[in-house]
Every structure is written in C-alpha cells, then in structure tokens.
C-alpha cells in the first residue's frame, strides 16, 4: 500500500469511528447503543491492522466485538432495552468530557512520529527482542508471543490470573449457586428434598426462596428451630 | 418445532469450523498473529453461539457450568504449573530453558514452555468466557 491509500484508509476509518461514537451517545434504544458498540469495535480493530498491531487487532474483534458484545446483550435481555431519561443537567459531565479530551490532545503533540524508528519505545528492550529473540527463545517468527511468552512471562501470568479472578467475582455476584440444603419460610425450617428445582421453590415458599439468594438469615439453630 | 433453520443448520454446519478455526489459531501463534487468549476467546464463541441458537438448556447439556469453572481454574493451574516445573528443574520460575536436560538446546524448552503457557491461557480463558456468558444468560429477568 502506498502512504496515500494507508492515509486514506485511516481517515475512512477514524470518520467511521466518529460516527458511530456520536450515534452511540444521541441513541436511547439501549439495543441499538450496544450493537454500534460492537461496530465501533471492529473499526477500531480496522485501525490496528492498519498500524500492524495484528495480534491487538485480533483480540479487540474478538473480544470487543463478539464476547462483550453478547455479554451486553445478555445484560440487556435483564434490565430492558430502554435507556430512562437522565435526571440530570449535562453540563458538568460535558465539562469533564471537554477538559479531559483537552489534556490528551495537548498530549499528543508530544508524542514522537508513529513509526519513527528512532522513538524511544525502540530504543530500550525493543531491538534486543527484535534481535536476539530467535537465538534466545528459538524459531518462533511471531516475536509477540516470544515476548508475551517468554521475556514477558509474569506479566502473562498475572494477565490470566486476573481473567480467573473475573470469573470468580461475576460467579460471586451473578450466579445462582447450589440450592440450599434447608430454608427457613413461615417461622420454620423446611428441608429441601433432593430432586427439588427452582422453580418448585419458589412455587412453594415465595420470595424466601427466590430468585438467587440462598438461605435467608432465620433464628439460631439452638433456638429449636432446626429440623436437621 | 423451532423452524429458525438457517440458524440451526447453519450453527451445526458452522461449529466445528470453529473450534478448528481456535485451535489454528492456537497452534499457529508461534508464526503468526494469535496466541491463547484469542483461541480462548473463539473457541468459547462457538459454544457461545450454540447456546444463543439452540436454547442455554441444551448448551448446557453439552457444557456443564462445573466443566467451565473448573477450566477457568485449571488454566492458571498449568501456567503455574510450567513455572514450578522449570523452577524445579533448576532454573529460575517461569524460565522454560531448563524444561529439559542440560544437555538438551535450550530453545527447545522455551519453545514447549511457550506452548504449555498459551495452553493454560487457552483453557483459562475458554473457561471464563463460558462461565461469564451462562452467568449473565442463566438469571431470568428483574421485572421492578
């Protein structure tokens, strides 16, 4: 590609991303705000690939816009489509908004040339990897997943360990978890009998028993109350 | 009857490309662009898509949510488990050139280390992916 026609693909890209970051803000259809998201995504991940960042561009669309973008419209199918009225006056949050794109702006100008090869991200471990990284770690071409891999291996390391810990907190407050072994329902224990699904449950007892909490705080066990 | 056939025919036909499509990506990030978490990421999505086509019953049948917890946890188990291992091989955590013998190249191990790590985030991820998505799928609807 000449620079022309990588210049030109970038601002096809950016206007595109303009786009659909406003319609994203003027939408109230929270349905329509989640799938521009997505779309926003994906031209984001048009523009790594266009500054050769392929393995980024790859995890922004398959992540950005696949994987969040069903967990939001798992989100939306639990709290409705509609988007409520704000209750506030815009100003001070445009104010912000302005103040903050401000600073990153001014902060851009002094950011070296995109693709320069004498910036200083080139000038620390950059070349020893670009470098030495087939003698080091062997013939993997892809020097990133040498890095990620290997020089980078504790980063990695936390960057999974952090992916479990998502899990383990959403389970801790998403999931329903295994259904009680006893319920405490109209001054009484109950004991759930095995075979026993949800539904019947909550049929049976009400909001004691539904739709995600387990058992709820009843006397003391000593009190008598305990059919176990 | 469901008679969203395109959707059906075309998930079933679909699918396995798929998870092929993962482990490619998988395998062949050592050559180019890819790596665990994208494998990850794709491989969860054809289980994904098949619990958004044929009901989260059925994907469940063929998932169970235990099997999803217990691959986010073993992921990490791996990882750790590569570290540990060139660990008590002699060298430093997580330095995959003592993997092997002394005598042995050491490219060689930082080349199966790497591929034991992107393993572990590959199930770690895989698993997470299919744990989040049936924890934000399987709660009904708050109606206020």
């Known amino acids: ?228 | 009857m469901d008679d969203r056939v395109i959707l059906r025919i075309g998930t079933k036909i679909l699918s396995p490309f798929i998870l092929i499509f993962a482990l490619y990506v998988q395998f062949h990030g050592d050559y180019g662009p890819g790596g665990g978490f994208q494998a990850g990421v794709i491989f969860a999505a054809a289980f994904v898509l098949y619990a958004l086509v044929f009901g989260l019953g059925n994907a469940i049948k063929v998932m169970p949510p235990k099997v999803a917890y217990i691959c986010g946890a073993m992921g990490v188990v791996i990882y750790l488990g590569v570290g540990y291992l060139s660990m008590f091989r002699g060298g430093e955590f997580l330095n995959y050139s003592y993997l092997f013998d002394p005598e042995h190249d050491p490219t060689h191990g930082q080349h199966y280390g790497i591929i034991g790590i992107e393993l572990g985030v590959l199930v770690t991820v895989f698993g997470v992916m299919v744990a989040l998505f049936y924890a934000f799928a399987g709660r009904r609807r708050i109606d206020t």
């Open chain 1, 1 to 228: 590609m000449t620079e022309t026609m990588v210049q030109l693909v970038d601002v096809v890209l950016l206007v595109l991303l303009a786009i659909t970051g406003i319609a994203v803000i003027r939408t109230r259809n929270l349905f329509v705000a989640v799938m521009l998201a997505g779309i926003y995504s994906l031209l984001s991940a048009g523009l790594f690939v266009v500054m050769d960042a392929v393995d980024v561009a790859f995890t922004e669309a398959a992540v950005g816009a696949g994987i969040s973008t069903v967990l939001m419209l798992g989100t939306l199918a639990l709290v409705g489509y509609k988007e409520s009225a704000p209750t506030h006056k815009p100003i001070l949050p445009l104010f912000v908004v302005l103040v903050t794109g401000g600073i990153l702006v001014y902060g851009t100008a002094e950011i070296p040339p995109f693709g320069g090869a004498d910036n200083p991200a080139h000038k620390h471990v950059a070349a020893h990897y670009i470098h030495d990284s087939e003698e080091e770690i062997g013939h993997i071409p892809n020097v990133v997943t040498s890095v990620l891999g290997s020089y980078r291996g504790y980063d990695t390391m936390g960057e999974t360990a952090v992916i479990f810990t998502a899990m383990v907190g959403v389970l801790l407050l998403l999931s329903r978890g295994p259904l009680p072994k006893r319920i405490f329902h109209a001054g009484q224990w109950h004991t759930v009998k095995a075979g026993t699904t949800r539904e019947d449950m909550v049929a049976k007892f009400g909001g004691d028993a539904g739709p995600d909490e387990t058992v709820k705080d009843g006397p003391a066990r000593t009190e008598g109350g305990a059919d176990g």
